[in-house]
Nanobody, 119 residues
Framework: QVQLVESGGGSVQAGGSLRLSCAAS????????MAWFRQALGKEREFVVS????????SYADSVKGRFTASRDNAKNTVYLQMNSLKPEDTAVYYC????????????WGQGTQVTVSS
């Protein structure tokens, strides 16, 4: 099992920045890929970014390219999401997720952290 704990959410005005963190514990050595998803009120959950744990290869959703930056610190078993130039449409609960090699779905999820961007 892998446990994920997010932190860093909050409220900002449009154009502002926030940095989210996701700390992994438990069988973190089994992690192959980690990702951030978000879900706005009344909408389906959507992919934001994924990062391969060993290589650091990153993939972004088009909606956040150029504004969000993902990174990882393997020594701390933590991934980060630096969010700049935030827009009201970025308002959502942001979830960290992890999956092992060989599994397409993400079986491990954090509790989520709220990000609210006001205009």
């Amino acid at each position: 099992q892998v446990q994920l704990v997010e932190s860093g959410g909050g409220s900002v005005q449009a154009g502002g920045s926030l940095r989210l963190s996701c700390a992994a514990s438990g069988r973190s050595s089994s992690i192959y890929r980690m990702a951030w998803f978000r879900q706005a009120l009344g909408k389906e959950r959507e992919f934001v970014v994924s990062i391969m744990w060993n290589s650091g290869s990153i993939s972004y959703a088009d909606s956040v390219k150029g504004r969000f930056t993902a990174s990882r610190d393997n020594a701390k078993n933590t991934v980060y999401l630096q969010m700049n130039s935030l827009k009201p449409e970025d308002t959502a609960v942001y979830y960290c997720a992890a999956r092992p090699l060989g599994i397409a779905e993400y079986p491990y999820w954090g509790q989520g952290t709220q990000v609210t961007v006001s205009s």
